[in-house]
């Protein structure tokens, strides 16, 4: 699987960004997508996951309430609407597959288990 992660940028703070995430997989039916960052010198975190069937969610609660994660089926894409942005949501982020998803929401913020990882787009936060 491969993953092509775009829509980063510069944004003042309150403004919004939509991030996408392609996947090159003829299924992600058993797959999580999530999307995790990585600020300057600091470790990369979880920001938001989703199972790709039914779609269920969880979030970082830095970010519970101002991102939503999506995903088109039949785009094998997952997005992040970033709203009400921070200065501190300035990060790398990067697209990631668990094609071993356990079905647990509880999972979808365990790094360890993302296996294929886009290559990261930057996301700059003004104040």
């Known amino acids: 699987v491969q993953l092509q992660a775009s829509g980063g940028g510069l944004v003042q703070a309150g403004g919004s960004l939509r991030l996408s995430c392609a996947a090159s997989a003829r299924t992600l039916n058993w797959h999580a997508m999530a999307w995790f960052r990585q600020a300057p010198g600091k470790e990369r975190d979880f920001v938001a996951g989703?199972?790709?069937?039914?779609?269920?969610?969880n979030y970082a609660n830095s970010v519970r309430g101002r991102f939503v994660i999506s995903r088109d089926v039949a785009k094998n894409t997952v997005y992040l609407q970033m709203n009400s942005l921070k200065p501190e949501d300035t990060a790398v982020y990067y697209c990631a597959s668990d094609p071993n998803y356990s079905g647990s929401i509880s999972s979808l913020p365990i790094e360890s288990t993302y296996i294929y990882w886009g290559q990261g787009t930057l996301v700059t936060v003004s104040s």
């Open positions: 989703v199972s790709w069937s039914g779609g269920r969610t």
